[in-house]
């Protein structure tokens, strides 16, 4: 039914998790700290854990994995990091299928001739 696929697609929500899909840092993760409107939302990555400094950021750029903090309305960045290092997130990150993705992708991206090679042959 409608209802059962609605709840489990993930929602954009504070505390949400989601990873950088398009532009200068792409793959990188980051959480949503507050909504701006339909269209964008604030995140911040940490960016001492991350690379992702507190920005307002299109939701069409950026994807969402089903992780999530509990930290409340734009918090304070500290309050931030604190809440990112307890809840293991790098950690959670890596056990997912679109960072493994990712992983393959930038291994493949940085083979040579050879090395295309023997995968084809293997």
Known sequence: S???SMDRKLRVE???VGFVNF???YGKVCVIIDVIDQNRVLIDGPHEFTGVRRQSFPLKRLGLVA???NI???PRHGTLAKAFQKNNVLD???ATSVYRKMERQEKRRNMDDFDRFKLMLA
């Open 72 to 74: 409340p309305r734009s």
């Open 67 to 69: 992780i999530r903090i």
């Open 92 to 94: 959670q990150w890596k």
């Open 23 to 25: 532009g200068a840092d």
């Open 2 to 4: 409608p209802e059962r």
């Open 14 to 16: 504070i505390g949400r």
